[in-house]
Structures are given as structure tokens and as C-alpha cells.
Nanobody, 125 residues
Framework: VQLQASGGGLVQAGGSLRLSCAAS????????LGWFRQTPGQEREFVSI????????YYADSVKGRFTISRDNAKNTVYLQMNSLKPEDTAIYYC???????????????????WGPGTQVTVSS
């Protein structure tokens, strides 16, 4: 599975961005998908995950109520709508694909075997 994230950029605090991650080469509709982020010197951290059915979503406490994950299986794409952005949201955001048919979707990043190259999100204060 190849993943390509896009949609990052520079935004002021309080603003919004929508990240997209397009997938190819695999059974997209049966994979749990997640967004993770990483800052220099830190480990990659969980942000949000959506189950392969799309029926279950999970969020880190730090983004709950501000971010929304969704998927469009017809377009092989997963999205992350980010509202009310804060400077502490600044990071490289990566999309990952997890094990086929996993239910419930794993939250541990080590269970995600496919990654895209990431997209930079910078939130200025």
C-alpha cells in the first residue's frame, strides 16, 4: 500500500486545515487508517484513527472536539479536518494503514505497517 499525504501548510492559531491521504496498491476499504504526528526529537504520536468500516473513530485527548477523521473508500482517501488549530499542533503529520480487517482498530503506531512521507503543519501564534 502506498500512501501520500497532502494539505499541510502554515496557518494562524484558530484556523483550519484539511489533510488528505490518498492510497493505492492495496485493499483500502478493509484497512484501518490513522493520522499520527511527530515533532523533532519526539516519538510519532497517535492523533486519530478510523476503523476499516468507518463506523468507529478514535481521537487523542489533545485534539478531541477539534479534529475530525473521515474516509471515502470510493476515492481511496482518508481525511483529517483540523479546526481551532493551536501552535502545539505544529508537527509533521503522517497517515498510516493498519492490519487488514483489524477490529477494533489498533491505536498503537507499531501496528501500522504502511506510511506516507508526511505533510508539515505549522500553526503560528
Amino acid at each position: 500500500v502506498q500512501l501520500q499525504a497532502s494539505g499541510g501548510g502554515l496557518v494562524q492559531a484558530g484556523g483550519s486545515l484539511r489533510l488528505s491521504c490518498a492510497a493505492s496498491g492495496g485493499p483500502f476499504s478493509s484497512l484501518p487508517l490513522g493520522w499520527f504526528r511527530q515533532t523533532p526529537g519526539q516519538e510519532r504520536e497517535f492523533v486519530s484513527i478510523i476503523s476499516w468500516t468507518g463506523g468507529n473513530t478514535y481521537y487523542a485527548d489533545s485534539v478531541k472536539g477539534r479534529f475530525t477523521i473521515s474516509r471515502d473508500n470510493a476515492k481511496n482517501t482518508v481525511y483529517l479536518q483540523m479546526n481551532s488549530l493551536k501552535p502545539e499542533d505544529t508537527a509533521i503529520y503522517y497517515c498510516g494503514a493498519g492490519p487488514r480487517g483489524a477490529d477494533p482498530a489498533p491505536l498503537n503506531r507499531y501496528r501500522y505497517g504502511y506510511w506516507g512521507p508526511g505533510t508539515q503543519v505549522t500553526v503560528s501564534s
